[in-house]
Nanobody, 119 residues
Framework: QAQFVESGGGLVQPGGALRLSCVAS????????VGWYRQAPGKQRELVAH???????GYHDSVKGRFTISRDNAKNTLYLQMNNLKPEDTAVYHC?????????????WGQGTQVTVSS
């Protein structure tokens, strides 16, 4: 089972951009559905973006038009380009295999990367 390691988070002003990366220990191409989750204090975990092995994408309504998920199978790396960031995007972002119920496969859950949007 592949495990993921996230990076790329940081502190950014509202309206700014960040690009998150997630490197899988195994073959990313063999995973049916992978995605980016976020967890903010006091809030429920959200699946903000996902991508199927076919390349079909999906986004949470709150990030549509601002975030773009992509992957490089040759590098076993998943990306999340985040533009026009808002304070409400502040959270720890994790990547993981997405299970059929939409929840993350915790066997693939990484340590996460903190994104803070603040002026």
């Amino acid at each position: 089972q592949a495990q993921f390691v996230e990076s790329g988070g940081g502190l950014v002003q509202p309206g700014g951009a960040l690009r998150l990366s997630c490197v899988a220990s195994g073959s990313l191409a063999e995973i049916y559905k992978v995605g980016w989750y976020r967890q903010a204090p006091g809030k429920q975990r959200e699946l903000v973006a996902h991508i199927f092995f076919t390349g079909v994408l999906g986004y949470h309504d709150s990030v549509k038009g601002r975030f773009t998920i992509s992957r490089d199978n040759a590098k076993n790396t998943l990306y999340l380009q985040m533009n026009n960031l808002k304070p409400e995007d502040t959270a720890v972002y994790h990547c993981a295999r997405v299970q059929s119920d939409g929840g993350p496969d915790l066997d693939t859950w990484g340590q996460g990367t903190q994104v803070t949007v603040s002026s």
